[in-house]
């Protein structure tokens, strides 16, 4: 169902520029900053979502109370959510048109992934781009020019 092969992992790993991370917190101890802030560390530009912490700053960057309120457009959206909140947030970012969404470890919706996968969006499911990275030896990216 979601996208596991190492090779198509390493593509959305090395081609992927901007990523919106749903669920950020700024709580340094939960999973979703120690994410972010590895993946800004890896040249990645993150954007996190939180409508409880819209328009404060986290790790230097805004924070957008949805993905529909991001002003550019987004390589992927990483899903630090319940599984049970994930079907109305992919229906959005499918309706965004953003081409990879990565729903974390844990985080598991195989409706909600289908329908995505077959608007012709990408779907990862419960993996971790911080454990995958590492694993498939991705170099440092090069940020997209701005």
């Not at 970012?93 to 974390?104: D, F, H, N, R, S």
């Not at 598991?108 to 608007?119: L, M, P, S, T």
Request: hydrophobic fraction near 45%.
């Amino acid at each position: 169902m979601s996208e596991s092969h190492p090779e198509a992992l390493r593509h959305i790993l090395t081609t992927v520029r901007t990523i919106a991370l749903v669920g950020a917190s700024e709580k340094s101890h939960r999973a979703s900053y120690e994410v972010m802030a590895y993946l800004q560390g890896r040249g990645y530009r993150v954007i996190p979502v939180n409508p409880r912490l819209a328009s404060r700053k986290l790790l230097g960057e805004t924070v957008y109370p949805s993905l529909q309120a991001i002003p550019e457009p987004v390589d992927m959206a990483d899903f630090f959510i319940a599984s049970e909140r994930v079907g109305p947030l992919m229906a959005t970012a499918t309706e965004l048109a953003i081409p990879v969404l990565w729903l974390q470890i844990g985080v598991i919706d195989e409706e909600a992934a289908k329908e995505a996968e077959h608007a012709g969006l990408t779907v990862v499911m419960n993996r971790c781009p911080k454990q995958e990275i590492p694993r498939l030896g991705i170099p440092l990216v090069t940020p997209a020019a701005s």
